[in-house]
């Protein structure tokens, strides 16, 4: 990662090519999968990209966050205005200035001042009333799915719909079809606790009689006790969990909450029949037509977004209905998944490359799309 910690506040492209910055924090893999797929697609329209990894989420950090936000609401609205702008100008401090930054996730506020250009690229779910305030200091908020866009709409008024996909998608072949690996299952949580874990071991937990369940999760003590026909998998490297994804074809993503949905959607791109829940923004990866979709017991807000809950129950009926269908009708709706994931991938090379495209800079500096 290159250091942007310095004296200066010239920005970083005069009179050469233009220079992007994206701001996230190493939350797990899903921001790095976001960040690997947006360097490559600036890098090939000819821009320099430095990656600026945050500090962590903490109990400090947010209970300063708060405090902060509960000042602010005791002011008139002219100075809270004021007030953003010295905390935002604050944080440009030592910083190198860039063309363009990208915030993932969350605006990242310390750095606002630090860039000609600023754009959110959101997780809903972890975007929290108190960062709105600094919303009018971001020239623009892309939305990975639709759902975002009808919440982001309501507080910005360049909010615009992106998409998004994975850097994996050109470099992933497509998987031998061979029925056998719809009845073999698998559950990726990793590190992420809202994937819906606990509801699919106790789904297995009831039934030993089922296929053996392949378990990718880091926090074994999240789903314990483990019965005997699951398999766990801790810490595994890509190179692994592509293997493992080569030899189940039935994916359970029963999930909580998704900012995108790279589980959903690496599922599909390694040929897999994905079954998820069914709400938003799961719901607009995958449909009936190329998988099956859960239904939800209750839900809780969650910052911007919603969590749904899918119960064990709803996970065994699921299974139950994927064992009576055929391998044949299972493989077709995943090469159907497959060939949607690969039409979204141009998609949204398409719309990314138009809007970095469409940035008002320099003549000097203005990249080829290539």
């Not at 989420?57 to 902060?68: C, E, G, M, Y």
């Not at 609205?77 to 953003?84: P, Q, R």
């Not at 993932?104 to 750095?111: K, S």
């Amino acid at each position: 990662m290159q250091t942007t910690e310095t004296a200066t506040v010239s920005y970083l492209s005069a009179a050469t090519q233009p220079v992007a910055r994206l701001l996230f924090w190493d939350s797990g893999r899903g921001l790095r999968v976001d960040a690997d797929l947006l360097q490559q697609r600036l890098e090939r329209q000819g821009w320099r990209v430095i990656r600026e990894l945050l500090p962590g989420w903490s109990v400090a950090k947010t209970q300063r966050s708060l405090r902060l936000a509960r000042i602010k609401s005791l002011l008139p609205a002219g100075l809270v205005d004021l007030a953003n702008t010295a905390q935002i100008r604050w944080g440009r401090r030592n910083k190198v200035a860039v063309d363009l930054q990208i915030h993932l996730e969350t605006p990242a506020v310390d750095w606002i001042a630090a860039s000609r250009v600023n754009w959110l690229i959101p997780n809903q779910e972890w975007v929290k009333p108190q960062h709105l305030c600094f919303f009018d200091h971001l020239d623009a908020v892309l939305c990975k799915s639709l759902a975002a866009l009808t919440i982001f709409q309501a507080h910005h008024d360049n909010a615009r719909f992106l998409g998004f996909s994975s850097p994996a998608v050109p470099m992933v072949n497509a998987v031998g079809d061979t029925h056998d690996r719809f009845r073999r299952f698998l559950h990726v949580a990793g590190r992420n606790r809202k994937k819906g874990a606990q509801a699919v071991v106790e789904a297995w937990r009831r039934h030993p009689e089922w296929p053996e369940l392949q378990l990718v999760i880091d926090d074994v003590d999240m789903v314990a006790p483990v019965p005997a026909n699951v398999r766990v998998w801790r810490d595994i490297d890509d190179e692994a969990l592509a293997d493992i994804r080569a030899r189940n074809g039935v994916v359970l993503a029963p999930s909580e909450v998704e900012g995108f949905g790279h589980i959903l959607l690496e599922g599909m791109l390694h040929g897999g029949f994905v079954v998820t829940t069914d709400a938003a923004p799961m719901n607009e990866l995958v449909t009936r037509d190329r998988g099956m979709l859960l239904p939800w017991r209750s839900e809780q807000n969650w910052h911007l977004g919603t969590r749904y809950f899918v119960t064990p129950e709803a996970i065994e009926a699921a299974v139950e209905d994927v064992l009576q269908t055929s391998g044949a009708l299972l493989a077709a709706k995943a090469k159907r998944a497959r060939a949607w994931v690969l039409q979204n991938h141009w998609h949204f090379e398409q719309a990314f490359a138009h809007e970095v495209s469409g940035l008002a800079l320099p003549a000097s500096q203005r990249p080829r799309v290539v």
